[in-house]
Nanobody
Framework: HVQLVESGGGSVQTGGSLTLSCALS????????MGWFRQAPGRGREGVTA???????SLADSVKGRFTISQDKAKNTLYLQMNNLRPDDSAMYYC???????????????????WGQGTQVTVS
């Protein structure tokens, strides 16, 4: 039973920082892609960043230079470090995982098999 549990969301002021965590359990595939997505009210789910099992990372243009994805394989935890936050970063943030590398691109939400419940980030 695969489970992803996000934490670390909250409310910050513009320019502030937050670190989101995603604890992964029950997932043993050696080849994978894990990503962070976000969804604001009235908008579709947007790919923010992803990391593959070989260490390849991808970032949406809107967060380049501000967000960093990382993982601690020993702790089975995915992180999203978010700096210089802006009001348009406000959204529910989800972590997701898929076995193997992405076929249609890391930002294609339909490719991800497993999802967390989300954690809210509000920037004002």
């Amino acid at each position: 039973h695969v489970q992803l549990v996000e934490s670390g969301g909250g409310s910050v002021q513009t320019g502030g920082s937050l670190t989101l965590s995603c604890a992964l359990s029950g997932y043993t595939t050696k080849t994978y892609c894990m990503g962070w997505f976000r969804q604001a009210p009235g908008r579709g789910r947007e790919g923010v960043t992803a990391i593959e099992s070989d260490g390849t990372t991808s970032l949406a243009d809107s967060v380049k230079g501000r967000f960093t994805i990382s993982q601690d394989k020993a702790k089975n935890t995915l992180y999203l470090q978010m700096n210089n936050l802006r009001p348009d970063d406000s959204a529910m943030y989800y972590c997701a995982a898929m076995p193997g590398p992405p076929d249609m691109g890391w930002a294609s939400a339909n490719e991800y098999r497993y999802w967390g419940q989300g954690t809210q980030v509000t920037v004002s």
